[in-house]
Every structure is written in structure tokens, then in C-alpha cells.
């Protein structure tokens, strides 16, 4: 349960948390080229990404892809994703710093568009499950939003209130999320988007976690 009154954090994992670039990039360049598309560098990948994902993949490829195209790429991504993640880890300080959150009396969570079942056991793994009241990721089809899982995962924490929340992510999708359920965010550049493409969201922008728990606790207050 939440702390009556007290500030919360929502992390993201993919790109925040979970520092997965190389296995983003990779999973994404082997979906593309499905479809006969060009490899793309980490910074080609953070000036187009966008969600909903199918938008990402029309910039890639100039028109949105069909319904068959995009099951295709989704399932070679995730194919790829899953082979790959075992190689990435923590960002550095992450454990640290969800550690120290914990301590003050504050409470924290973990919401990823990352697949529920496939989530919940690496962040056991990662020894950090404990620091988190609740850890959910996606349980529908892949590609959409974050706002509406966001809505639902605010009303299943009794006493966190969304004026004393603050997402923590890496993608416009986050601060969006947050706007939508009345809640705060700090955007992180060691993710899926460039800062020039995080600063347009009208947020804090940090370039790292320590920096955004301490933004956070500041907007929280």
C-alpha cells in the first residue's frame, strides 16, 4: 500500500530502469529488415521513435505498415528482445537510488509497456522487486499508449495520490501518461528518445536517475 500523503514515483523500465539500448536497437533493426529496411544507429532510433509503435515504423518505412507487416515485425522484435535482454542490466546507480527512495518513506512503483509475465520475473531477478508496491507491465496487445494503463495503475494504489506522483521514463509517452492522470514527470535521456525530443514535452529533462529522483522529489513536495 501507499503512504497516505506521501510522494510516489512511477518508474518505467525499458530504457530507464533497464538500461536494454543494445537489445532495442538490435530487436528493432531485425524487425525492419523483415521488410527490407536499412539498419538504424541508436541516434537515428531516438530522433523517430514514437508511440504508438506502428507511428515509429511509418517514419522508418514512409507509410504505416499493414496489419500483417506489423504482426511480423512485432513478433521478430520481441523473438529478438527476449534472446538478447540476458546481455543488458541495471542502469548504474538504479538499485541505489530505489533503495534510497524506499528509506525515506516514500513509495515507488513500476509500470512498462514490456509484457507482464516476461517483466515480473527479471525484476525479481534483479533482486529489486521488493522496492516497488507494485510492479506491472503490459497485459494487452503490444503497441499502444501508456495513459490508459497509467489510469488503471494509480487507482490500484490505495493512498498515492496523483498530485503527489511523478513518472520517471525516457519516452514523451510518459510524460503524456502522466498528464493524463493528473500526475508530474521527469524524462530521462538515457533512453528510446534525443533531448532535443524530450524537451518539446514542456517537462524537466535529466541526464541521469540520481538527477530525476532528485527533480522528483522536488515536484513531489
Known amino acids: 500500500m501507499g503512504m497516505h500523503g506521501s510522494a510516489h514515483i512511477v518508474w518505467d523500465w525499458n530504457g530507464t530502469l533497464f538500461h536494454d539500448?543494445?537489445?532495442?536497437?538490435?530487436?528493432?533493426?531485425?524487425?525492419?529488415?523483415?521488410?527490407?529496411?536499412?539498419?538504424?544507429?541508436?541516434?537515428?532510433?531516438?530522433a523517430l521513435y514514437c508511440?504508438?509503435?506502428?507511428?515509429?515504423?511509418?517514419?522508418?518505412?514512409?507509410?504505416l505498415p499493414t496489419q500483417a507487416e506489423w504482426e511480423l515485425m512485432d513478433q521478430v522484435f520481441h523473438r529478438y528482445y527476449t534472446e538478447h535482454r540476458l546481455?543488458?542490466?541495471?542502469?548504474?546507480?538504479?538499485?541505489d537510488l530505489l533503495a534510497g527512495w524506499r528509506s525515506t518513506g516514500h513509495s515507488q512503483s513500476l509500470l512498462s509497456m514490456y509484457g507482464h509475465e516476461d517483466l515480473v520475473p527479471l525484476v525479481r531477478g534483479f533482486g529489486i522487486e521488493a522496492h516497488f508496491i507494485?510492479?506491472?507491465?503490459?497485459?494487452?496487445?503490444?503497441?499502444?499508449s501508456k495513459a490508459e494503463h497509467m489510469v488503471r495503475h494509480l487507482e490500484a494504489l490505495i493512498g498515492?495520490?496523483?498530485?503527489r506522483t511523478v513518472v520517471i521514463g525516457d519516452a514523451a509517452d510518459d510524460a503524456v501518461a502522466a498528464r493524463y492522470v493528473g500526475a508530474q514527470a521527469v524524462l530521462y535521456?538515457?533512453?528510446?528518445?534525443?533531448?532535443?525530443?524530450?524537451?518539446e514535452v514542456g517537462v524537466p529533462v535529466v541526464?541521469?536517475?540520481?538527477?530525476?529522483?532528485?527533480?522528483?522529489g522536488r515536484l513531489a513536495a
Open 21 to 46: 539500448n543494445d537489445a532495442i536497437i538490435g530487436a528493432t533493426n531485425a524487425a525492419s529488415a523483415e521488410l527490407g529496411l536499412e539498419p538504424i544507429t541508436l541516434e537515428q532510433y531516438r
Open 51 to 63: 508511440v504508438p509503435v506502428p507511428k515509429f515504423y511509418e517514419r522508418l518505412m514512409g507509410r
Open 87 to 95: 546481455g543488458c542490466g541495471l542502469t548504474d546507480g538504479a538499485a
Open 207 to 216: 541526464d541521469t536517475l540520481e538527477e530525476a529522483v532528485a527533480e522528483a
Open 134 to 144: 507494485r510492479v506491472e507491465g503490459r497485459t494487452g496487445p503490444s503497441g499502444g
Open 189 to 199: 535521456t538515457g533512453g528510446s528518445h534525443s533531448r532535443a525530443s524530450l524537451e
Open 160 to 163: 498515492v495520490k496523483p498530485g
